[in-house]
């Protein structure tokens, strides 16, 4: 497997516009993550699915972010419009249902907003 | 609520110093321990991993020993190298599946 792919892998965009980042989690597991890093505030877990089906969402900072999880094989985190302050690494995390297993992460996607 | 508290850094050792970095954490039930390192510009990768007490992760001459007495799970290398220059994170992952990450540590390694 190719592990968790994520793409783009950088994103510049202006101030007002929407941004949608991509991920592809590993085949056969059924939970993901979604997290920002940032120097402020280290690694924030933004939402997490289960089984597509968004679990918890209470770290998502506001309405301008969602995400969505329409298969086992793709998810997307999309950010509109997109501020200065959303500049971070988003990174995307994918595991499997037993208790103890890790989590697998991709390389990031790393967003400025200008 | 479950959380993780972790030794900040950042941390600069010389070539072949030993390594504590510190960790402890709250939580209800019996979590899995986690230690991930991220090397710069790549995503987290899992170091080391402990599911249940008295449980000993190692891997790369890195170890942590999960201690529920003290709620504790130091990551300890004996003699550390340039390579391990890196920023490591403690973590936990309870019942509900959610996985909780420390600040981060940043070490660094001198020749």
């Known amino acids: 497997d190719a592990g968790v792919i994520q793409s783009p892998r950088h994103e510049v965009t202006e101030m007002g516009q929407e941004v949608t980042l991509r991920c592809k989690p590993i085949s056969g597991h059924d939970y993901l993550f979604w997290y920002r890093q940032t120097m402020m505030r280290g690694l924030e877990l933004l939402i997490y699915?289960?089984?597509?089906?968004?679990?918890?969402d209470s770290g998502m900072p506001e309405d301008r972010f969602s995400a969505k999880m329409p298969n086992a094989s793709f998810s997307t985190l999309k950010i509109q419009p997109s501020e200065p302050r959303d500049s971070a690494v988003y990174f995307c995390?994918?595991?499997?249902?037993?208790?103890?297993?890790?989590?697998?992460f991709g390389q990031g996607t790393r967003l400025t907003v200008v | 609520g479950d959380s993780v508290t972790q030794m900040e850094g950042p941390v600069t050792l010389s070539e072949e110093a030993c390594l504590t970095i510190?960790?402890?954490?709250?939580?209800?039930?019996?979590?899995?321990l986690f230690w991930y390192v991220q090397y710069p510009g790549e995503g987290l990768q899992l170091l080391l991993k402990?599911?249940?007490?008295?449980d000993k992760g190692s891997n790369k001459g890195f170890e942590a020993t999960y201690r529920k007495e003290t709620t504790s799970f130091h990551l300890e290398k004996g003699s550390v190298q340039v390579s391990d220059s890196a920023v490591y994170f403690c973590?936990?992952?309870?019942?509900?599946?959610?996985?909780?990450f420390g600040t981060g540590t940043r070490l660094t390694v001198i020749p």
């Open positions: 995390a994918s595991r499997g249902s037993y208790d103890g297993t890790e989590a697998f």
């Open positions: 699915f289960n089984n597509n089906v968004p679990i918890d």
């Open positions: 973590a936990l992952q309870t019942g509900a599946n959610n996985l909780f």
């Open positions: 510190n960790c402890t954490y709250t939580a209800t039930g019996y979590p899995s």
């Open positions: 402990a599911t249940k007490a008295d």
